[in-house]
């Protein structure tokens, strides 16, 4: 978990669950998940991570620690320091006046479906997972402290979403707070932006993370039912990483406005084109907005529906 992150579109990041069975960014020639990269780096033994990647742990108490975090909502805050002075809210004024928008499950997926490790001693089943997650992320968000914040729940496994509300919350609402997203990368995973979309009602919103994005991807047919879209090209060293094409986010951008959906370019990634042409950028992570064509600076977030205490 961190309370400062780099991440452009939330400003702290936390885990249920650490590890994951996997996607099609890890696989075993190369590990483009840097979830798994990291705790394949530094995980054995270092409680931050889970001691192996792929043998997941359910880690009690991220949550309610993130949600004693002080509220954002504030504008005077947004001059916020990290210690070393390299974080600062400043530099992402599309959050300025908005709460604190934590990234649930940056270091794994939380609703992974097996291979993890005990827990007090017993093996986790999805009962055992289930009652875990209404306890640390629905009960938690749901609190007086959980409730001054945003949270931004990002699984690619969207269908278990729908077993997981059934179990945990019934026929009530799902948390006002709590958006749920999934990612995809290329038309093979589209899948699972048709099983978020069928996720509850209207009154839930949803995200689609088009990062790290291999191939242009269209979402036409399923904006009525998104509430936002954030596009990004595959970090890595320069012209190492996977091609992205800034027409792809041109061609994305273009459908979301259309259906007046707000659109947050996060990076174009460590081996941009546009159009077939190479791009020059400064990073790896190609973040530098001014080194991108002017047609897709842009970085929105959704107008939140919530309306939030004051902080505390
Ligand atoms: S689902 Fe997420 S955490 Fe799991 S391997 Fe894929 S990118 Fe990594």
Known sequence: MARFTKIQWCDSTTNPVQGCGGCELRNAVASMCYAGALTDRYGKSNPGFADQFERP???????????????????????????DGRV???AKPWLSGLPRHIFVSDMGDALTEKGFAHFNGKPVTDKTLFRFLREEVIDVVTSSNGLRHQWL???????RLHAFAAYAIGQETWP????????????ASLSRVDSLCKFRGKEVTKFVSAEPLWEQVSLKKHLKKLH???IGGESGRKRKSAPFDCAWAESL?????????????????GNPLHHGDDIDVSSSHGDVMSEWP????????????????QSC
């Open 88 to 90: 600062s809210r400043e």
């Open 176 to 187: 006002a707070n709590l958006w749920v997203g999934t990612s995809v990368t290329s038309k």
């Open 153 to 159: 729940w990002l699984t690619k496994r969207p269908q």
């Open 253 to 269: 951008i273009e459908e979301c406005q259309r259906a007046h959906l707000p659109v947050f370019v996060k990076q174009i990634g």
């Open 294 to 309: 002017k047609t897709i600076r842009l970085r929105q977030m959704p107008v939140s529906r919530v309306r939030y205490p």
């Open 57 to 83: 742990e359910l880690k009690p108490g991220k949550m309610a620690e993130a949600a004693r975090w002080p509220d954002l909502s504030d504008k005077s805050r947004n001059r916020v320091l990290k210690a």
């Open 228 to 230: 936002w879209v954030i």
